[in-house]
């Protein structure tokens, strides 16, 4: 993107963290997600998941073209201070992440299904830890 480039409200930032996930552009990203929600549910076939995937894919750049009236933005990332449009494989895996969360109870791949994963581990070798901890005193 161009040196000066500055994100519009359009803009979906891909990055970790509380910055990406409350810039303007991933709100209403999140927005489309949800007012999608029930269609990618429902859909029973990878391809036709796929093709809700692309279409806001689609419409997130082409909003972000007529914002910034020249073909730049759509799903940034900063990197060592210069922005940069990642391409539409990173595009799709935002989006079908996006999803994969906003159905946390359907996915075991998740942010919160591997957070409740990961928490169940660690409790449970906390018990065994202080069961052992017991049987040696």
Known sequence: LPNDFTPGPFDVWCGKGRVCRN??????YRQEILEHLPKYAEAETKSKKGAIIS?????????????HKAQVGGF??????????VGDFWAREKTSQCFRDALAGNYSSSAQSKYQRRRARELEQQQKQSQTHLVRH
Not at 76 to 85: A, D, P, Q, S
């Open 23 to 28: 810039a303007e552009g991933n709100q209403v």
């Open 55 to 67: 279409d806001i894919v689609n419409r997130t750049r082409t909003t972000c073209y007529r914002y």
């Open 76 to 85: 940034i990332k900063l990197v060592e201070g210069r922005w940069y449009e």
